[in-house]
């Protein structure tokens, strides 16, 4: 790697935990945290390897931020890289929410705070749905992909529906629970099959969009 | 024994979540809220509030569901352990498929079939997560005001790049003003 510089461990751990401690803006702004620092800034790593990491989270379950952390890491310094990569970049977030959680149970329960929460609850519920609105306007590329899309859905719909049943139907109840279990997962799985065996045009698929 | 549920729940949901955050959603609502009820659909949809509202990834959510079943087996010292198993495990399994792939980032873009099935599972993700939003929706949007809140925010995400977590805290401050005003009820508690 010409002109790349080394880092060490020590500054490779405190980078990760800046970006863990100011990385609010979702998974994008996170990787561009960290291209800025390690491929910009300290020239640690060239930008191809960094696309690389980037693909490989795109590609792999998992925040798109860490798997490309623990690449970079990896890459940096081995196994003792890709730890610091993953724990640095968890343990803010993960100290913030130690603090978040008590304060939630404890004050949270003030019936003068509850208008927030009633207000955040629609505001979550926005979230998920602005980001499903977002990943189908990026993977919803063909008719096999809306297919799967809306099979998924109503399924899911009717795995919540089972739960409801089975407070009227108590011949549901045994049932209910393991169906909501396998639910989400088996639903996932189900997808990825769907995609392997449904006729679809050759995609590009050269990773373009990372 | 808890313990052990929580981590495995944790690792299933940790190998699962194509797509990053938003699929956490569904997946980690199933265990959490349906099977093993640890938190109410309201807590839940509040977790992931807090976990809009922290930096980083979506995915500490799982820290928030430790801390409650912890501290109610046990306190604050169980919340901490709690906290710690959820959050290593819902991480773990893209740590070491991460690493596992390093080598092998080439042969696995190049195999067809590996692509095939990425793309069912991304559009999968698609209808999954918006069937979360439906689900969610119909416990959250009581009222009009919440409906308002909800179709005012949506527009925003959609339509600005404001981030999702500074929206999540200015429904909160409109909720509380509203309110504190007497123009919309708070749940009875």
Known sequence: MPGSTIVSLFETFLTYLRVGATGFGGPMALIGMLQQQFVERKKAISAAEFAEGVAIGQLLPGPIAIDAAVYVGYRLHGWLGAIAGAVGLILPPFLIMLVAAPLYFEVGKLPQLQGFFVGIRPAVVAVIAAASWRLGKKGLKDRAGFLIAAVVMALSLVFGHAQELARYVPAAEAIAPRVRDVGSIGLIVLAGVMGLLLPSPEAPAKGGDA | ME??????????????VFGGGPALVPLLRDPVVFRYGWLTGEEFADAVALGQMTPGPLLVTATFVGWKVGTESGGAGMGLLYATVATVCIFLPSFFMTLAAAHQLGRLKGNPRVQRFLRGVEAGIVGLVAAAAVQM????????????????????????KIEAGLVVVACGAVGLGLTLAGVMGGPPS
């Open chain 2, 3 to 16: 313990l052990l549920q929580l981590a495995l729940a944790c690792l299933r949901v940790g190998t699962f």
């Open chain 2, 137 to 160: 929706g119909q416990d959250a949007l009581g009222g009009w005001v919440q409906a308002a809140l909800c179709a005012a925010a949506l527009a925003v995400l959609i339509r600005t």
